[in-house]
């Protein structure tokens, strides 16, 4: 992997080595007491390349020789923009694009049109360690001598703010959520015959040393809770099924926690209901949804939220072999509901049965979110933009709809109503696990998530079309986007901790 760079904060103070980043006012407005050479130069630069100081846009070029820099780079600042977090990530993400072939970089805030405070100056820096996130592990080094060392070279970045300890104190935060982003996009990125469901258990465990607690539970466990819905996907694939539990105890003793459960399959093949071949490479990244709750988890941890969190995610394989699951097959959920399996593709509702319950039941929690790349069909309705909102409990809704507005991780609400439930009701048992066709997929698949989460408030994110594949932007160049990290993370940073 990449080595990732340093994120510090100082008084402002103009650096004498490095790359200079300017971040301008208004129409390209440079900040007062440049080195006249430097002034010069940048001027120069702006004129050349018509650069007016829109947000975001840019111009390089080479310092004076006697400035001792490299580079000066210019970057239009924000304006009306900078009302949501989201945008000093781009910032930040704007920026590290253009450092590359750098080993140190100073970041100049004091002349731009809206001038950082301080949480605004560490998400900055938060949008640079993110922008240069690489997922390389399995490049060997003779496919690497073609590309630039220097790209790779460690990178110190400094952010001349007006209260660096301030700033400094805020981006510790910002850092354990940049952690958890990192974390979820290398769940994301790794093939299934690496993150078997095994593996993904012990990656899992191995996060006790930030301070979580992790259970396991094993077949013979699950087997005993009778949750037959989880154990019918996984039942044609060599790999066995685990449900993993992490506890984050920040918040009062005896408080209520706070719960979020993913879906974690690491391989979708559609079992008998097989999926076409093209493109099912990218069903590894099936477990997008649990990725997430453990990003998060680990996010919670490394900045030591306080609050009571839970995270449960059930990790199958929907592979195909002689005792896989077939079509018209009957399992029984957790619950004591009968489940008729009509089409073998609709398995990540069949474990999250299981595992919604199972965390309801347990641990009596104030709410539950749950993640999933659950439908094709909300890419349809939705593309790539936004993630699929369902839920009981319109607080809850409004809630994440709201940070997802701040975050930049967008959601968009979706319709339930007993006529959709309708849909899903069984002719041989209690439901079944698709509705009437292709019609109203997604909501069909969140109206069968419903009947598992009692009375419990709860929100379904549909994360199909946000979770892999989804757009770059200036922040995010990978793959694997690590959707939901960041927006549940506010979620109860907003909400739900204790002050």
Known sequence: MSSLPTIQFAAPALPSSGVLVLVTGRDGALPDGLPEAVKSAAERAASLGKFKGKALASVDTIAPSESGLDRVLLIGGLGEEASREEEWLKLGGAIAAKLSGATEATIWTAGATTVPNS????????????????????????????E??????????????????????????????????????????????????????????????????????????????????????????????????????????????????????????????????????????????????VGLMRALAGRKAKVNAIGVVGLVENA??????????????????????????????????????????????????????????????????????????????????????????????????????????GKFADIKNVGNGRSAGSITAAQFLQRFVNDVPWAHLDVAGTAMGSPSNEYNQSWASGFGVRLLNRLVEEHYEAR
């Open 148 to 293: 630039d060392d220097a790209a790779d070279a460690p990178l110190s970045v400094t952010i001349a703010v007006s209260e660096p300890e301030a700033a400094k104190g805020a981006f510790e935060e910002l850092e354990a959520v940049g952690e958890g982003v990192r974390l979820a996009r290398d769940l994301v990125n790794e093939p299934a015959n690496i993150l078997t469901t095994t593996e993904y258990a012990a990656r899992i465990e191995a996060l006790r040393a930030t301070g979580l607690e992790v259970e396991t539970l094993d077949e013979d466990q699950m087997r005993e809770l009778k949750m037959f819905a989880l154990l019918g996907v996984s039942q044609g694939s060599p790999t066995p099924a685990r449900l993993c539990v992490m506890r984050w105890n920040g918040g009062a003793a005896g408080e209520a926690p706070v719960a979020f459960v993913g879906k974690g399959v690491v391989f979708d093949t559609g079992g008998v209901s097989i999926k076409p071949a093209a493109g099912m490479d990218e069903m590894k990244g099936d477990m997008g949804g649990s990725a997430a709750v």
């Open 119 to 146: 949480r605004e100056a560490a998400s900055i820096g938060l949008g640079v360690l993110l922008r240069l996130y690489k997922f390389d592990r399995y490049k060997s080094k003779k496919a690497k001598e073609g």
């Open 320 to 425: 195909v072999d002689g005792m896989a699951q077939r079509p018209g097959d009957i399992v029984t959920a957790m619950s004591g509901t009968t489940i008729e399996v009509l089409n073998t593709d609709a398995e990540g509702r069949l474990v999250l049965a299981d595992a919604l319950w199972y965390t309801q039941d347990r641990f009596k929690p104030r709410f539950m979110v749950n993640l999933a790349t659950l439908t094709g069909a909300i890419i349809v309705a939705l593309g790539n933009q936004h993630a699929g909102l369902f839920s009981n409990n319109d607080e809850l809704a409004e809630r994440l709809l709201s940070s997802g507005l701040e975050t930049g991780e967008k959601v968009w609400r979706m319709p339930l109503g007993k006529d959709y439930d309708k849909m899903i009701e």
